[in-house]
């Protein structure tokens, strides 16, 4: 009660308060700036805000802290990237800090529990980051690294039965083969959501497969119903499918149980200028990024809360954050949509933190 009558009082009372808190004796004090504290963190949007350097990251070694974590394509310090600064980039929001990522505390939080991020490469790339993060936390703490299936990796710390997946799932909705072979995309359609349960939190995402045109595509046609249809606009397709994904989740997900989040949209740099040769991030402004506005509007429609990992625009920004040619794959191959580990991802996963910190 307090602490809501305290974030509608208008802005002088507000600072009149907290400078009298200033001024009471330290319990009262302790309660009444943790209070303000927590107006001012409402008020603070995490994802508005810039890159700053910052020495003390990276907050790891990809080579060294983190054995066969970090898959190739992402190392690339390892690969001859002769640049830096991109290593230690800190995600600053403009008006608050992130608190900085304790992975002890984060493993301590979760001990007992699954967490599991469902979808593309860039998911991978993010689950990639975070058991890095947290092994090079804990690098005498016991685990396994497992192939549990081949589209299904488990990062497992046995002393605090935390265990970190990664599931492949590049649409959310369902690809299926038909009779001829041709590969259909049913937008309306998941069978594969029992893998999706018993899990306490969820980190999904969809996106960059829905771009795909041409030789990059990879089906070759979308039903609905019982309705085959062999081109329609892929955002279109998209904002269907994503529907249907969060229709699987209001009716398959007890919110007192599983936390859920969306790692919304990655920007790539592919089109335009490139990546090539980036090393320092864009300033900003940036325009509206396609897709963007489907992913609000379908996770606002949803009856549970799910928590937007809203990256797009940070990402924008990071230009020079992708492992261009430093992929190990030789100079012809520019991967202007991954992202470097360390990099980019380690700050998704604050963001992740800070949220899982907040409830
Ligand atoms: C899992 O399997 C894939 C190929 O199926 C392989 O490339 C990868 O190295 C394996 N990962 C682990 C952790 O064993
Ligand atoms: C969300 O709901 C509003 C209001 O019913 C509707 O206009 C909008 O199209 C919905 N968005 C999506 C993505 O279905």
Redesign the pocket.
Known sequence: MAQRLFGRVPLFLGFLLSTVALVLPYQVQGNAFRHYRVEKEERCDFYEGSWVLDTSYPLYDASTNCPSIIGQGFDCLKNGRPDTDYLSYRWKPSRCDLPSFDGRKFLERNRGKKIMFVGDSISNNMWQSLTCMLHSAVPDSKFTFINQTKNLLSFSFQEYGAEIMWLKNGFLVDLVKDKDKKRILKLDSISSGDKWKAVDTLIFNTYHWWTHTGATQTWDYFQVGSEIIKDMDHMEAY?IGL?TWAKWVDSNIDPSKTKVFFQGIAASHVDGKGCLGSSHPEQGPEPAYPGVD?VK??L??MSIAVHLLDITFMTQLRIDGHPSIFTGRGASYVDCSHWCLAGAPDSWNELLYAALLDN
């Open positions: 904002k529907t489907i509007s379908v606002r429609n």
